[in-house]
């Protein structure tokens, strides 16, 4: 009986984020800036808000850039308090999470650099999605350009869930 209840909560466990990237009702929502850059890099964040969050899970990023650059994407950095962006609703509602622009994070868990050329716009999808944890303001992703002089638009999708 034991072994069977034990089987059940670790399917429940392992079968939670499956049940938000399948459900209907959860909410999808962007990011989007687009932004001129002088030696500069540019930074989107997308933040868990202090408390009563929602599981978000990043779907994909896009970035373009007219120079060719690096991106780098990672997670869980100290928490953004730069500009804040209105996402756009996808779907419907009003999101939990917060995105950030020219943000203000700390470098976070390196995920990936992706190398971006010029005037192609780059796709980074995560097929299983990622998912951030509603357990405050550090659970957050960004995604960060290289310090560049250049055009750059960036677009983070996103869902939330229960």
Known sequence: MLKHFMTAILAAV???PASIAQDPNTKRFAAFKATSLAGAAEVITIQQPASDGKIIRIEAVEIWSDVACTA???RDGTAATGTAITPSVITYGSPSGNAFHTSDVGVGT??????ISANVI???P????LYLAPTGTASNF???????TADVKITVVWREGR
């Open 142 to 148: 960004t995604v960060r350009t290289s310090s560049i």
């Open 126 to 129: 995560f097929p299983g999605g």
């Open 72 to 74: 780098t994407l990672e």
């Open 14 to 16: 392992l079968l939670l």
């Open 110 to 115: 390196v995920i990936t650099i992706k190398e």
């Open 122 to 124: 780059t796709p980074v």
